[in-house]
Nanobody, 123 residues
Framework: QVQLVESGGGLVQAGGSLRLSCTASGRTFSSYPMGWFRQAPGKEREFVTTINSSGRRTYYADSVKGRFTISRDNAKNTVYLEMNSLKPEDTAVYYC????????????????WGQGTQVTVSS
């Protein structure tokens, strides 16, 4: 069992930056590929990015490629999402999740989820 807790969301102006963190409980964090998803009001939850268990491989949605960076620190049981050049369309609740394999972009492939953190980008 893995419990995930996101933090770092907030309100930022367009063009600004935020760093989200997701801290996991449990000793097996380092064995899970991790991902970030987001869900805007009235929309389906969408894939943002994923990282493999070692942190050496990453994969991004086209909409965030070049602006967002995922990383992880297995010693701290934490995965990060660095978000730069934020746009109003990035406004959403951001969720971290743990998967059984890498890379996967479907929500159905992720077995553990956090509660989400709100990111709001003003224009």
């Amino acid at each position: 069992q893995v419990q995930l807790v996101e933090s770092g969301g907030g309100l930022v102006q367009a063009g600004g930056s935020l760093r989200l963190s997701c801290t996991a409980s449990g000793r097996t964090f380092s064995s899970y590929p991790m991902g970030w998803f987001r869900q805007a009001p009235g929309k389906e939850r969408e894939f943002v990015t994923t990282i493999n268990s070692s942190g050496r491989r990453t994969y991004y949605a086209d909409s965030v490629k070049g602006r967002f960076t995922i990383s992880r620190d297995n010693a701290k049981n934490t995965v990060y999402l660095e978000m730069n050049s934020l746009k109003p369309e990035d406004t959403a609740v951001y969720y971290c999740a743990a998967a059984d394999r890498f890379p996967v972009t479907s929500t159905l492939e992720y077995v553990y989820w956090g509660q989400g953190t709100q990111v709001t980008v003003s224009s």
